[in-house]
């Protein structure tokens, strides 16, 4: 069964940073792409960034393209996410989500449980 576990969420003041882990079992990390999402209250969940298998190809939402930088480690079964520059809106519950392809489908079969990040002004 394939599990996600995020960690890394907490409180920041705007300008700082946070780096989010996901521990991935259940499944051989290399054979997908990755990636992440959020949802702010109120809002629908979004799109944030995705990795390829191999690290490759990246893709970023605009909204956190230069300030975010997604990565993976395939040995330790972990995809990252560091973010920095973090903005109030910012603000929401990070899920790590597994791609069905190791190259983006993109169709995601499996979400952690989310980790929240609050970025205060």
């Known amino acids: 069964q394939v599990q996600l576990v995020e960690s890394g969420g907490g409180w920041v003041q705007a300008g700082g940073s946070l780096r989010l882990s996901c521990l991935a079992s259940g499944l051989t990390l290399s054979s997908y792409a990755m990636g992440w999402f959020r949802q702010a209250p109120g809002k629908e969940r979004e799109f944030v960034a995705a990795i390829s298998w191999s690290g490759s190809s990246i893709y970023y939402a605009d909204s956190v393209k230069g300030r975010f930088t997604i990565s993976r480690d395939n040995a330790k079964n972990t995809v990252y996410l560091q973010m920095n520059s973090l903005r109030p809106e910012d603000t929401a519950v990070y899920y790590c989500?597994?791609?069905?392809?190791?190259?983006?489908?993109?169709?995601?079969?499996?979400w952690g449980q989310g980790t929240q990040v609050t970025v205060s002004s």
């Open positions: 989500v597994k791609d069905t392809n190791r190259d983006f489908a993109p169709d995601y079969d499996a």
